[in-house]
């Protein structure tokens, strides 16, 4: 696990600890100590703690403008144990939303599980998104198969075209740009 590694290709675009409104601003994170572990597992130093013990992540772009934020994921998203959401919502998602951030780009392609407690966190969070959106990208199958059994799958756009995206070969304006379309046909 400690080989996984956020991805960087945008950093010459945007990096969340410079900054000023992002929940991480100043956070440096070590290129050599691997301090986090996931259940005794030792990560990559440059994947973001944001209060959860088994769910980290890193926000790879955000635009105050156009009111966009791609937020790549790693590890074991559990609500039931953790309480995962509550971390995730209060510490990076609630401080994005104060910044204007309506449209949340979740990147899954390294949740390796999820459990499911209460829909509170996620009803709250659609709740405050006014016209915007939640897309969740590349879920695993038995994970989006959760958010279905958990009933939080009304709160995330997923599944379809969504599932096996490739977003590394985009620019976060393209992504962004063919995303919104793509809500706006779901939505119409």
Do not use: C
């Amino acid at each position: 696990m400690h080989t996984i590694e956020p991805f960087y290709s945008w950093r010459n675009l945007y990096i969340a600890s410079e900054d000023e409104k992002s929940p991480f601003f100043g956070r440096q994170n070590s290129e050599v100590y691997f301090e986090n572990t996931i259940y005794n597992y030792y990560i990559h130093p440059q994947w973001d703690y944001f209060g959860s013990q088994t769910l980290y992540l890193k926000v790879l772009f955000a635009d105050y403008e156009k009111h966009h934020a791609i937020i790549e994921l790693f590890g074991e998203w559990n609500d039931v144990l953790y309480n995962d959401i509550m971390f995730l919502y209060r510490n990076v998602i609630e401080p994005l939303l104060d910044e204007g951030i309506q449209y949340f780009v979740m990147i899954g392609d390294n949740i390796l599980d999820f459990h499911a407690d209460t829909d509170d966190y996620y009803a709250e969070w659609f709740d405050n998104l006014e016209d915007g959106w939640i897309v969740a990208l590349n879920f695993r199958d038995h994970v989006r198969k959760e958010f279905e059994t958990a009933n939080i799958d009304h709160f995330f756009a997923f599944g379809g075209q969504f599932d096996e995206f490739a977003w590394r070969k985009l620019s976060p304006d393209l992504l962004f740009s063919l995303l919104d379309d793509q809500m706006i046909k779901r939505l119409q």
